[in-house]
């Protein structure tokens, strides 16, 4: 028993290991049985039998009415004459016309006044010139000629002019075609055809006519079908009592169990009673075949994917422009970065030469102190208070100078290990361009454009190496700035300080005022000293915190990167997986159509008799 449509999809999704309608979905599956039942049929012919008649009556025209044919002798004019658009050919004039209506068994009208009184007549097919051919452009689609014979059983050779086929027998062959003849000639002309193999979507294939029908008929009323579903364009079927195979010319929608059915040939004989049967054929491949049509559309199928490792391998590309952008910007901020820290290194280097002058001013005061105390002895107490607190700002001077001292070489460390950030970006760079070239080639033997990929992530975690490095000699170089503010912030404590014991000295004696204002001057003179290194230390600081800001955008981009990088190894482990696809359709394709084409046997011409 032939495999019905459902069974024989399954047998397709198994070759497939595919489950469900993830991987190919049901209209794929449909479009690509129905593509292969075409193909399929070119080794392994689907044949389909119609039947044709020749048309040869002649006669004599006895009237010579305008626009009509007249003939009482022979009387043999039928209804359909009109309806298949019979061709009048005047052989004593050679004229030609076409019949448009049967008003007697004697009289037709025809679409042209070419007919005198005895003039001669012969009548052809529809589109015809000669009584050896038949029209077979009503035909459903245009299907293919396997074989011809006239009368059956007997092949003839032929040629086709579009939609006429003429056969090649002499003239004489063909007998007299008048259907009113007490014995009828044969003239049925068997015509196979190969058409496309049919397998019926359809879970029940037998039905009952719902209503009679005349013969000619090209439509059928069917009820008794399934409570739903489609009789699909081209699939065929055959009715009680009748011997032709039907063609369905139309989809044709089942409701309730009923439908209206297009076919083709028009019916054969009259539709007598509703209790006839029709049965829609259910596969016309032979149970061998099933296997091997399974294999053949699952190969397609496959193959047709192809395109998918296209577009993964094309958002691979353009996921890279993104990558790129995004390690763009990270170069950006690294150079932006590099160049705040060698702004405030510029103006920590400012701070232990302004300290020093500081420290000069702060040498004359203790001149200056010196003296004041030996002018004013009656009160060195506080004179040397003063000066206890002058020597303590000294040792915070050194103090302040010492760790100032420190951040040069720790900011040089810095720029270092953001140099080394460049070059291992420079090389992820390289690796991605590099990378790209085979991105587009999909190479599968050797993941080239992977090995770059990552050779790329390698370098970006190295840079990401060297960023925490300078972040660290970073926060070294704050740290010690803040202890050198510390250390000036006391000096400033101890300024005030000794202004305190000089203001209390110049209060309470007359100490040497001239040497006494000058220490003063000094004093306010290492005090400007002292507010311009915080201002450069305050710069520096912000210079600091602007290079911090964007190495930690640095970081930010850096993990678009690596994502954007992810992404694309992905992508391009999907297309090969897709490009795997393909190649096992390709060799299934092969071993089909190999097997097909050793099972053909070579189609022959031969000469047949012409009498």
């Keep these: 028993m032939p495999r019905d449509y459902a069974s024989f999809t399954t047998l397709i999704t198994q070759k497939l290991q595919s489950a469900g309608t993830a991987d190919f979905s049901v209209s794929e599956v449909d479009n690509q049985i129905e593509e292969c039942l075409k193909e399929y049929a070119i080794y392994r012919p689907h044949l389909v039998e119609m039947v044709f008649k020749l048309e040869s009556r002649t006669g004599t025209d006895v009237t010579g009415t305008a626009s009509k044919l007249t003939d009482t002798v022979e009387a043999q004019f039928v209804a359909a004459d009109a309806d298949e658009e019979k061709v009048v050919h005047n052989t004593t004039d050679n004229t030609w016309a076409v019949v448009t209506a049967q008003d007697s068994t004697s009289v037709l009208s025809i679409s042209a006044n070419i007919m005198a009184a005895n003039e001669k007549y012969e009548l052809y097919n529809k589109r015809c010139w000669n009584r050896k051919q038949i029209y077979i452009g009503d035909l459903y689609q245009s299907p293919e000629i396997d074989s011809v014979e006239y009368p059956r059983g007997s092949r003839r050779n032929w040629k086709l002019y579009g939609d006429v086929l003429e056969l090649d027998v002499d003239n004489a062959t063909i007998p007299d075609s008048d259907s009113t003849l007490t014995t009828l000639a044969d003239v049925d002309v068997l015509v196979r055809f190969r058409r496309p193999h049919v397998l019926s979507q359809l879970t029940d ?95 397609r199928l496959a193959i047709n994917k192809a395109p998918l490792a296209i577009r993964e391998v094309t958002a ?21 970065g590099t160049t705040e820290v060698a702004y405030g290194m510029a103006e920590m280097i400012k701070v232990p030469a302004i300290i020093l002058l500081a420290a000069t001013a702060l040498a004359k005061i203790d001149a200056q102190i010196a003296a004041a105390t030996t002018a004013a002895a009656l009160n060195p107490a506080i004179i040397l208070s003063a000066a206890s607190a002058l020597a303590k700002i000294d040792a915070q001077i050194a103090a302040a100078t010492t760790a100032a001292a420190l951040n040069p070489a720790i900011i040089l460390s810095a720029a270092t290990a953001l140099a080394k950030i460049d070059a291992q970006i420079a090389a992820a760079t390289a690796s991605i361009t590099s990378g790209t070239a085979y991105i587009t080639t999909v190479n599968v033997a050797d993941d080239v454009a992977g090995k770059f990929s990552r050779q790329a992530g390698a370098d970006v975690s190295n840079g990401m190496g060297y960023l925490r490095e300078a972040q660290g000699f970073i926060s070294q170089a704050r740290e010690n700035q803040g202890q050198a503010q510390v250390d000036v912030a006391a000096g400033l404590g101890y300024l005030r300080e000794a202004q305190g014991f000089f203001a209390q000295a110049r209060d309470n004696e007359a100490l040497s005022g001239a040497d006494i204002a000058n220490a003063l001057g000094y004093l306010r003179e290492a005090q400007g000293y002292f507010a311009q ?15 911090a800001r964007s190495l930690g955008n640095v970081m930010g981009y850096l993990n678009q990167a690596t994502g954007y990088m992810r992404r694309i190894a992905s992508s391009l482990a999907l297309a090969a997986g897709w490009r795997h696809y393909q190649e096992w ?21 031969k000469a047949y008799t012409r009498d």
């Design 205 to 299: 294939w037998v039905g009952k006519l719902a209503a009679t029908a005349a013969a000619a008929a090209t439509s059928i009323s069917a009820t008794s079908l399934q409570s739903a579903g489609t009789i699909e364009e081209g699939e065929e079927l055959y009715i009680e009592n009748m011997r032709s195979l039907y063609v369905v010319t139309a989809a044709a929608t089942i409701a309730t169990n009923t439908a209206l059915i297009s076919i083709y040939p028009g019916l054969e004989a009259a539709v007598a009673s509703t209790a006839w049967t029709f049965t829609i054929r259910k596969s016309s491949l032979a149970p061998q075949d099933e296997d091997v049509l399974a294999d053949l559309v699952a190969a």
């Design 585 to 605: 359709g390709e060799r299934k394709l092969a071993q089909v159509l190999a097997r097909l084409k050793s099972q053909t046997p070579p189609r022959s011409k």
């Design 533 to 547: 290194a915080r201002e450069d230390e305050v710069l520096a600081t912000n210079y600091g915190v602007l290079a």
């Design 316 to 336: 691979s590309i353009s996921i890279l422009a993104t990558a790129s952008s995004a390690l763009a910007n990270m170069t950006a901020e690294i150079q932006a």
